[in-house]
Structure formats: structure tokens, C-alpha cells
T-cell receptor
Framework: EPEVTQTPSHQVTQMGQEVILRCVPI?????FYWYRQILGQKVEFLVS????????KSEIFDDQFSVERPDGSNFTLKIRSTKLEDSAMYFC?????????????FGEGSRLTVL | AQSVTQPDIHITVSEGASLELRCNYS??????LFWYVQSPGQGLQLLLK??????LVQGIKGFEAEFKRSQSSFNLRKPSVHWSDAAEYFC???????????FGTGTRLLVSP
């Protein structure tokens, strides 16, 4: 069964360092998403991406964050200068029809710990 | 703006007993409603969704949920819980015209023998 894969599963970094989280969405999907879950809190939407551009983003997704689909298969989330409060589980998701009508398929998450 | 409330942080149910997980949403129009399950070390898996039509929706693994507009609720039910159902359950709401889903804080289900 096709699945969304994420790497790394866990990354520890120092505050101020750049981090790139990688995702391989399901191959025929067109909509891509990043969500995050701070420990003990709810899953929060960060950004959606369609047709090679951001279609929607939350107020969390500030200038420190960027997304890219560099090669037609990977979908990356970059945090330019990490802060302690960026520590969270980051989930990538993809969909063939978008969130309004289709199912979002989530990866297993990348846990980011910022020290 | 949409919001979701899952009032129960933890629920413990005996194996074979029935289950109901509560979800209340806030949204001005008819929402899209979802239930996701997250097993330990796994991603979120869709159990069921409501977009329109029949207010009782059937999902995978024997789960069902009922959309009640008058109560702004979308409670998840299962008639007989199995030990493998132990997981975290998230209710989510989406708005027409937008891509994002708003999730509740989740309910952790524990199944006792």
C-alpha cells in the first residue's frame, strides 16, 4: 500500500541551526501539507502546497519556515534558525483531491528536538 | 474560525464494551468533519469523514460517527472495542474553500482486558 515517508524520524539540533525535514508523498498525489504537534498539544496546520506553490499557510508559518518540492518526489520543510519552541513532531501529508474532498495520508512524523 | 473540542483527554473501556468519543466543533457553515486515529509510532490514519448527505457515516475498523448539526457534534462510536483499538483519536474540521484541517487535542483510548 502506498504511504508517505518522512526522514529523519528524530532530529536533535542546537538553537539557531537550520533544519530540513524531508517527506516523500504518495506518487500520484498533488496536494501536500505540513502539520506539527507540540508535545501534549493539538495537531496544528502549518502549510499546504499545490501546483508548486503555497496555497495556504497558518500564522505559525512565518519567515523562518519554507517549503520546497525540489525534484518532483520530495517535499521538504526548512526551518531557517530553529528556536526552542520549534520542538515538536512534524507530520507531512499528501492528498490526491485536497483536504475538501479527499483523504489526507499522513506520514509517521519527524520529531524535532531543539536544545 | 473553526475550532474543535474533544472534552475527554483519556477514556478507558473494557474489551468488548461499547465506545463513544465526543467531538464538538465550532463553524458557521456546514463543515467537513473527520476522525483520525494515531497508534503509537504511527502517522494519522483516517477512520471516517462527513461531507454531506447521510448524517451517520461508516468508517474503517467498525467505527461510525453521527453528525448532529443541532448539537454541533460528531461523536465517534464503536459497538465492541478490541484491544487493538487502543490509540489516540483526533477529531478534525475543515472549511469549504480552504485546505487546512483544524484538529482537536485528541482522546487517548485505553482498553482494559
Amino acid at each position: 500500500e502506498p504511504e508517505v515517508t518522512q526522514t529523519p524520524s528524530h532530529q536533535v539540533t542546537q538553537m539557531g541551526q537550520e533544519v530540513i525535514l524531508r517527506c516523500v508523498p504518495i506518487s500520484n498525489h498533488l496536494y501536500f501539507y505540513w502539520y506539527r504537534q507540540i508535545l501534549g498539544q493539538k495537531v496544528e496546520f502549518l502549510v499546504s502546497f499545490y501546483n508548486n506553490e503555497i496555497s495556504e499557510k497558518s500564522e505559525i508559518f512565518d519567515d523562518q519556515f519554507s517549503v520546497e518540492r525540489p525534484d518532483g518526489s520530495n517535499f521538504t520543510l526548512k526551518i531557517r534558525s530553529t528556536k526552542l519552541e520549534d520542538s515538536a513532531m512534524y507530520f507531512c501529508a499528501s492528498s490526491d483531491q485536497g483536504a475538501q474532498t479527499g483523504e489526507l495520508f499522513f506520514g509517521e512524523g519527524s520529531r524535532l528536538t531543539v536544545l | 474560525a473553526q475550532s474543535v473540542t474533544q472534552p475527554d483527554i483519556h477514556i478507558t473501556v473494557s474489551e468488548g464494551a461499547s465506545l463513544e468519543l465526543r467531538c464538538n466543533y465550532s463553524y458557521g457553515a456546514t463543515p467537513y468533519l473527520f476522525w483520525y486515529v494515531q497508534s503509537p509510532g504511527q502517522g494519522l490514519q483516517l477512520l471516517l469523514k462527513y461531507f454531506s448527505g447521510d448524517t451517520l457515516v461508516q468508517g474503517i475498523k467498525g467505527f461510525e460517527a453521527e453528525f448532529k448539526r443541532s448539537q454541533s457534534s460528531f461523536n465517534l462510536r464503536k459497538p465492541s472495542v478490541h484491544w487493538s483499538d487502543a490509540a489516540e483519536y483526533f477529531c478534525a474540521v475543515g472549511a469549504r474553500g480552504f485546505q487546512k484541517l483544524v484538529f482537536g487535542t485528541g482522546t487517548r483510548l485505553l482498553v482494559s482486558p
